[in-house]
C-alpha cells in the first residue's frame, strides 16, 4: 500500500513493533508530522482489513491502538515507491480474558495471547510476507502458534495456520474464538 510520504522516514525497520505510544522509528516521538503519518498507515491498513474480512468497522486504527494494550507489527517493503518505501502489512495481538471449553466440554479461564487482526495487501498475499511477520511475532513473543487464540479467523487465516503451522484441529467454542488442541495440552504449565 502506496501513501503519498516517506514510509521509510516514518518506519525505519522492516519490521515495527507499535503499542499504545504509537512510536515506530527515531524521530517518531519528536515530530508530530511523522506521527500524523504514522497514524494514517495505521487507518488506511485496518480499513482496508476490515473491508477484506467483510466487516462493517476496522477493527484496527491509530486511535484505537492508543487506548488498548495491544501490540501491532507493521511490516514495510522500503524499496518500493522509487525509494519511499510501502506499507505490507499488520498483525495485530494483545491478552484477552476468555472462557474456554476444552475437548471434554469442560470450562478453563485464561488469558492467552490472541491474533486480533492481521492483514497484507491484496496484491501482495501469497506471496510469504503473512509468514513473515507471524515467524516474527511469534520470536518476539516467544509463543508457539498453538497456544494463541484466534479472533474471529477468516478462512484464509484458518488456511494460513494449517498450511504453515498444521494447526488442524480446533476445539468448538460459543464465543468467536478459535483455539486449537494444542493449547489445552499440559495447560497448567501455561500463561
Ligand atoms: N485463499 C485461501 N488461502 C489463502 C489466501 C487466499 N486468497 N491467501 C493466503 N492464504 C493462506 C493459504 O494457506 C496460503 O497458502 P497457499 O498459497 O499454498 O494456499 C498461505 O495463506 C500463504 O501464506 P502467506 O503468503 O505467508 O500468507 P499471506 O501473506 O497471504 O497472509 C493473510 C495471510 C494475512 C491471511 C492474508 O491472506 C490476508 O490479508 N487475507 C485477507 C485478510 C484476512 O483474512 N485476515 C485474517 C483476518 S482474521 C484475524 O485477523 C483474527
Redesign the pocket.
Known amino acids: 500500500m502506496e501513501f503519498p510520504f516517506d514510509i521509510n522516514q516514518i518506519f525505519t525497520e522492516r519490521i515495527s513493533v507499535l503499542d499504545q505510544n504509537l512510536v515506530a522509528g527515531r524521530w517518531t516521538a519528536t515530530r508530530p508530522d511523522l506521527q500524523a503519518n504514522l497514524a494514517t498507515v495505521i487507518d488506511e491498513l485496518g480499513k482496508a482489513?476490515a473491508k477484506?474480512?467483510q466487516l462493517t468497522a476496522a477493527v484496527t486504527s491509530a486511535s484505537k491502538l492508543q487506548t488498548q494494550r495491544h501490540q501491532l507489527y507493521l511490516l514495510k517493503d522500503g524499496e518500493s515507491s522509487s525509494g519511499r518505501g510501502a506499507a505490507v502489512?499488520f498483525l495485530k495481538v494483545g491478552h484477552k480474558k476468555l472462557f474456554l471449553l476444552d475437548r471434554q466440554g469442560v470450562h478453563v479461564e485464561a488469558e492467552p495471547l490472541c491474533?486480533?487482526?492481521?492483514?497484507?495487501a491484496e496484491n501482495?498475499?501469497?506471496?510469504?510476507?503473512?509468514?513473515e511477520l507471524f515467524d516474527f511475532m511469534l520470536q518476539h513473543k516467544s509463543v508457539e502458534p498453538g497456544r494463541m487464540a484466534?479472533?474471529?479467523?477468516?478462512?484464509?487465516?484458518l488456511?494460513?495456520l494449517?498450511?504453515?503451522y498444521s494447526l488442524t484441529q480446533n476445539v468448538p467454542q460459543v464465543n468467536n474464538f478459535v483455539v486449537f488442541e494444542d493449547f489445552f495440552f499440559n495447560r497448567a504449565a501455561v500463561q
Do not use: M, N, T, W
Open positions: 482489513s477484506a474480512q502489512g491474533v486480533l487482526d492481521f492483514y497484507i501482495l498475499q501469497r506471496h510469504g510476507y503473512g509468514l484466534y479472533d474471529r479467523p477468516s478462512p484464509k487465516l488456511s494460513f494449517e498450511k504453515h
